[in-house]
């Protein structure tokens, strides 16, 4: 009832995470009673910070990104992880397979309100409910003021209203009573112990020839890539700065693909004797220190990609992938110290969780927009199409163009806020947007820039 109420559908806003939050109260509330493990309060909170972010961010794809890591979280928060990939990976999609399964719900062990704090909770926020419909509607009649002060505070009702209330009361409803019984009747997870470990000439050719691969490689950037701009490629050549701006996808591709198989190796390899525990330090070890220097090499082309273009959400976002993938290799590095990483599971999923956090706080659209202006800036080049594609968290770094680029970027942005947000659709984002919008307004007349301004140093 309360997601149905609160949650803004169409835009981020205060209300996801008041419908998260009580969500999950719901579940504690008809939950079986016990101990709680510090990973699911960890992962439940992970989802209300999540959900957190449409309230200071107004940009839509960062939300839907968090929205999307807060599913297979609050999975994890009532199904659990554990301490393999395999039950990590089943609890996080616990709650979607259990919504769409065939399996029938089993509510024994359910609290349903009653005599305990909780339930005599429960019904005393009814009646107070019920309370304050019936003297807020004789107070609202009774005096304009007060009217209109419950007129913006209460949703406001039509056939869209209604029907939105509606698609977000069966999600939470059905949400609940599939965490609900996660919670009574938790998943079972066969671990199979008949797994064959591979012989150790099956994976420890292929990695030391990958290990040979990557020490000349890696030999080639530090050399060239880390050198400085005074290293000359040679003659008929790219340039320092073409050379340096290419390849960091394919670099990525090849970190990614490393990833998977120091994973498949330390779960595949045998470990039993001590020449197998030694081969697995000797070979995946140094795999993983020189995929760190890859990763480093791919950066350090995205940043000089940067200096010469700016950012997008695409670089943004790539930049983000390839620095998770980076700690993950250095968290594999430290669970193969002792070759324990029972821990690596839920390791990764805080990993994952935190760089969408970091995300939100760096205020992705802001800081495009400020690379995309310092390049104007610098040169006169100015991707006005790019900038008025973004949410109204760029508006304070694009107020700051002089005109008329200033007017026109603005009057081409589609996302600029006009409405002051009710309290349930609240946004942090949006609210700083409309008081610089209010401040020195857009001219009527004005019209969109050009998609591109070139600059004079444009070939």
Known sequence: MVAAVVVPLTEPGLGWPLGGAATIAAVLACGPRGHRELSRILAASGVVLLLAA?????????????????VPLASLAVAGGGRTW?????????????????????????????????????????????????????????????????????????????????????????????????????????????RIPLRRYDWAVPVALLDALFAVFVGVQVTVLFGGHGYVLGPGGPTYAVYARNGFWQLSAATVLTLGIVAFVAHRAGREAPVERRLIRLLVGPLCLLAIVVVASALRRMELYVEAYGFTRV??????????????FLLVLAAGVRLRGTWLPGAAV????????????????????RTIIARF?????????????LSADAIPAIARLPEPYRSCVLA?????????????????????????????????????????IRGPRDG
Not at 54 to 70: E, M, P, S, Y
């Open 412 to 452: 081409g942005m589609a996302d600029r806020p006009s409405t002051v947000d009710r309290w349930y659709a609240f946004n942090a984002g949006r609210r700083t947007a409309r008081a610089i919008l209010a401040a020195r307004p857009v001219p009527k007349d004005a019209q969109p820039c050009p998609y591109v």
């Open 86 to 194: 395999r039950r990590t990976v089943r609890g996080a999609v616990a709650l979607p397979a259990a919504a769409f399964g065939p399996t029938p719900y089993d509510f024994r062990g359910v609290r349903l309100p009653g005599r305990d704090g909780i339930g005599r909770l429960w019904r005393g926020g009814l009646v107070g409910l019920a309370l304050l419909l019936v003297f807020g509607a004789l107070f609202a009649s009774a005096d304009p003021v007060f009217a209109d002060l419950v007129g913006r505070a209460v949703p406001r009702l039509s056939p869209g209203s209604f029907a939105s209330g509606a698609v977000l009361f069966a999600i939470a409803a059905v949400s609940t009573l599939v965490a609900v019984h996660l919670r009574t009747a938790p998943p079972r997870v066969d671990e199979r112990a008949d």
């Open 350 to 369: 805080a990993i994952v969780a935190a760089t969408l956090v970091t995300l939100v706080v760096v205020n992705p659209d802001a800081y495009i927009a």
């Open 377 to 389: 800036q610098h040169d006169g080049h100015l991707d006005a199409g790019y900038l008025s594609g």
């Open 54 to 70: 449409g309230t200071l961010r107004a940009a839509g794809w960062l939300f839907v990104l968090c929205l999307a890591a807060a």
């Open 315 to 328: 670089r943004l976002g790539a930049s983000a992938v390839e620095l998770t993938v980076g700690i993950a």
